[in-house]
């Protein structure tokens, strides 16, 4: 019995999981957990009710990087501001850009925007092209299936159930396409604050008429208002803005042209599984259907 109480806290400190992941936003961690399974233990860096453009490099986050074998992060830029501050402050070697225990979502397929002549001086915070791949399911299919790939080669003992789950969450988002296409379809489409849910206009062939913002970064003015009204008067669509981008301008255009507003956010709830994600898409597939 002595014995046995000698051994027990070395028991209890064997993990029960094969690699720690940082996932930089709810979608992100959702996708590690989808794909991981009971193999990954995920913690999610930035929570789904903030600008993930925004965000600071914080000390829990330093933390949390320390301590994990993947990060797992939209990528194009969209973490620019605080990731490698928070990578850097880490000092964990394994996990920086290039080294296989870091992996982008963006990097995975191809992205709208790429290749234009964004311009940084005029604000645009893409110039890299539009990194808001999470809110296409599509997109996020063939992510899960490269995110499988690299989990495997972290842990190769692992990696048949990596492959599996990812063939698993393609194989729902498979399964719920037509439901979504068919709910939205010949809908008059959409107006955003920002390119952050063009993705899910392009997968559900609706069409983008325009953003709030001038340029990705920059907030809306009183002629862009203006020009859009004059643009969009007399057709049918819907202006759909985050909860956290300023209402103001989607409100004065609103009233202008006649089209409901829709709050929608941009990820799932924090520590979300598939379920959760596909729940965000049916809510955003719910406001774009006006018929
Ligand atoms: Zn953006």
């Known amino acids: 019995m002595k014995r046995l109480l000698f051994l027990l806290p070395l028991l209890v400190a064997v993990p029960a999981w094969a690699l720690d992941v940082a996932a930089t ?4 961690g959702m996708l590690a957990r989808a794909v991981g399974g009971s193999q990954v233990r995920v913690t999610e860096l930035a929570p789904p009710d903030r600008d993930a453009h925004l965000l600071q490099a914080k000390p ?40 296989p225990g870091y992996f982008e979502a963006a990097a995975q397929v191809p992205l709208l925007d790429a290749g ?6 005029q604000g645009d915070v893409h110039p890299a092209g539009n990194p808001h791949v999470n809110l296409d399911p599509g997109r996020m299919a063939i992510v899960a299936r490269a995110l499988a790939e ?37 809908s008059g489409g959409a107006l955003l604050y920002h390119k952050d849910a063009a993705y899910l206009l392009h997968y559900l062939s609706l069409p983008l008429h325009g953003t709030l ?11 862009h208002l ?47 599984d598939a379920a959760g994600y596909f729940a965000l898409i049916d809510r955003w597939v719910e406001a774009l259907a006006t018929k």
Do not use: C
């Open 60 to 99: 829990s986050m330093l933390r949390t990087l320390r301590d994990a074998q993947l990060v797992v992060a939209v990528g194009a830029e969209l973490e620019i501001g605080w990731l490698p501050a928070a990578l850097g402050g880490a000092a964990n070697a394994a996990i920086l850009p290039g080294r």
């Open 226 to 272: 203006e020009a859009l009204a004059g643009r969009l008067k007399g057709k049918p669509g819907v202006i759909v803005h985050t909860p956290w981008q300023p209402p103001a301008g989607a409100e004065k255009l609103a009233s202008l042209i006649g089209w409901k507003v829709a709050v929608l956010p941009l990820d799932p709830p924090a520590g979300s």
């Open 25 to 28: 936003t709810s979608s992100m």
């Open 116 to 121: 234009q002549a964004a311009d940084r001086a």
């Open 213 to 223: 913002e001038p340029v990705p970064g920059v907030a809306p003015t009183a002629s």
């Open 150 to 186: 690299r989990l495997a080669r972290l842990d190769a003992a692992n990696a048949a159930g990596y492959r599996e789950r990812a063939q698993a969450f393609a194989a729902a988002v498979e399964a719920r396409s037509s439901g979504w296409r068919r709910q939205a379809g010949g």
